[in-house]
């Protein structure tokens, strides 16, 4: 199982980033999760999505700025991330799972990264 993800930078505040994960190798349909890590903090749930029913499940910090989305067909999830702001900077992952979670714990599988500058 490989998840990939692509489109981390550098972006001003206020500016626009999203970032995209394929995934390879998962014989079954999975939920997908996007998590975060800055540096000397814990890694933190950002967003989520079933993949037979496409809920979604934000963090209240990104509610409203971050949409999550997918294209089954093509095995990619996606973070439209709008009004960054400074403490979005971070290393984002994305993960997968059986069941949409907001609990790092819960998922199988895990992207190396990308990571996404804020400047103010």
């Known amino acids: 199982v490989q998840l990939i993800e692509s489109g981390g930078g550098l972006v001003q505040a206020g500016g626009s980033l999203k970032l995209s994960c394929v995934a390879s190798?998962?014989?079954?349909?999975?939920?997908m999760g996007w998590f975060r890590q800055a540096n000397g903090k814990e890694r933190e749930f950002v967003a989520a999505?079933?993949?037979?029913?496409?809920?979604?499940f934000y963090a209240d910090s990104v509610k409203g700025r971050f949409t999550i989305s997918k294209d089954n067909d093509n095995d990619t999830v996606y973070l439209q991330m709008d009004g960054l702001k400074p403490a979005d900077t971070a290393v984002y992952y994305c993960?997968?799972?059986?069941?949409?979670?907001?609990?790092?714990?819960?998922?199988?599988?895990w992207g190396k990264g990308t990571l996404v500058n804020v400047s103010s």
């Open positions: 190798g998962l014989f079954t349909r999975y939920a």
């Open positions: 999505i079933g993949w037979s029913d496409s809920r979604t």
């Open positions: 993960a997968s799972t059986t069941v949409a979670s907001t609990r790092s714990n819960e998922y199988d599988y």
